[in-house]
């Protein structure tokens, strides 16, 4: 390696450490209900993208982000996530995979699946979340399928 390219290649990992540790954060807010830290790794432009509520539409900023949380539960009685892993995804990306376990609203069934959300960041925000109930297609989506 030419001495060129090892400061980009700190700067680069350092970069992508951030964009995990941002998403992390947030993340970690939202299970806490600590809004206000939440609110301050998201974009208030910020897309958010749920692909297991069928025709979701895109929700939009802050607003559309607890609206998105609020037409999410709605379908459930409980939920909670365990086993979190974070990963970078790319220079301006990360990925959070997580086991969901919920409670049906109506059926009261308890189920447990394989959940991710796709992280796109710009200048330290999350701008672009993307929701799946399938891991694979998460990883996929976030460029990191093999």
Known sequence: MDSDTLPFARYWGRMLEDNVEIVR???????????????????????IHDFDIPDAGTYQGHDGWFAWLENWSESWDSWRVE??????????GAIALFTMIAKGGGSG??????????YRLENGKVVRMEYFNDQAMALQAAGLSH
């Open 25 to 47: 954060r947030g993340f970690t807010a939202t299970m806490e209900a600590d809004w206000q830290t939440a609110l301050a790794t998201l974009d208030e432009e910020a897309e």
């Open 109 to 118: 069934l308890e189920v447990e699946r394989s959940d991710a959300i796709v």
């Open 83 to 92: 086993d979190v892993e974070f990963r970078e995804a790319g220079p301006d």
